[in-house]
């Protein structure tokens, strides 16, 4: 594993029949001014995550949690992409089907940034969806803030509460097969901004070693947690080694 700053490794030349796999996390959104999990004095911060990130926190009390997600809605509608995000869309734009995008991100900067083919395995903050498992009404674009019990709105198909379309501690990720199927056909795996924490996700790139064939590269400030499973990890900001990377 190498561990460099980003400015002593040159771009990655990507063959014309080359897939790439990229895994964006929290850290890609923190030059836009959406705090990280981690951040000192973010809005995480003030909240136990189980209180609001949790199906026993919607179930405890649903209003805390709108009021949660409701801020996070307000925070987002005001943000923009930064470099890194715009990067990612050029390179959409060159490699079309050949770059498999997955974010852990609920936010909407990739799309936002012109990014047309988003796999969102957390989830999109502006989405949401029946708390009834059993009815199969799909999510559905939603910008609305929810402060109290009374206001949450309820399904129109089965009359059950409306809850944010998350992937909350506890529940399984969305779009699964499809990300697997990704990861044993890539050429590149490109993680940026995300700690190596968090599971199923921080894992993807033992499994994308398993198929022997990619190369694994870090893109982040610091060394994540899962860094020894990387070919290299080139520190910097998203926001500036991210252009460069795909120059
Ligand atoms: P994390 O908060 O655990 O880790 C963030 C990582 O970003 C850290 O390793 C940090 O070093 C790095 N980072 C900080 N500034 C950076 C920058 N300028 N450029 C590149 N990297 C930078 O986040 P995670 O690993 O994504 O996992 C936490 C969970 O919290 C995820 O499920 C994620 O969906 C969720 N989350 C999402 C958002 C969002 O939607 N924007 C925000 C906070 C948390």
């Given amino acids: 594993m190498v561990v ?25 959104s923190a030059e836009s001014g959406i705090h990280t999990f981690r951040d000192q004095n973010g809005l ?14 919607w179930h405890n009390d649903a209003s805390m949690v709108w009021n949660f997600y409701s ?7 005001e943000v923009a992409p930064n470099p890194a995000h715009y990067a990612l869309a050029e390179l959409e734009a060159k490699l079309e089907n050949r770059l498999f995008l997955c974010t852990q991100n609920v936010d909407p900067l990739h799309e936002r940034a012109g990014s047309r083919r988003v796999c969102h395995m957390h989830g999109e903050l502006f989405k949401s969806r029946c708390e009834n498992a059993k009815c199969h009404t799909p999510p559905h674009e939603d910008h609305g803030v929810y402060l109290t019990h009374e206001t949450i709105p309820n399904c129109v198909m089965c009359g059950q509460r409306l809850r944010p379309h998350i992937c909350w501690f506890g529940e399984m990720p969305f779009e699964l097969d499809r990300i697997t199927r990704e990861l044993a056909r890539c ?5 940026i901004g995300s700690s190596g924490a968090v599971y199923p996700a921080a894992g993807f790139v033992q499994e994308v070693r398993s198929h022997g064939r990619a190369r694994t590269i870090y ?17 910097g900001k998203a926001g500036e080694v991210v252009p460069v990377l795909f120059a």
């Avoid at 002593?8 to 890609?28: D, N, Q, S, W």
């Avoid at 050429?187 to 993680?191: E, K, L, P």
């Fill in 44 to 57: 995480w911060q003030r909240y136990r995550i189980e209180d609001v990130a949790s199906p026993a926190g």
């Fill in 71 to 77: 801020q996070r809605r307000a925070q987002a509608e």
């Fill in 219 to 235: 893109v982040g400030p610091e060394r994540p947690d899962n860094a020894g499973h990387f070919d290299e990890c080139r520190l």
């Fill in 4 to 28: 460099v700053t980003y400015d002593k490794l040159p771009p990655l030349t990507i063959g014309p029949h080359e897939r790439v796999f990229v895994l964006t996390g929290a850290g890609i």
């Fill in 187 to 191: 050429d590149w795996f490109i993680t």
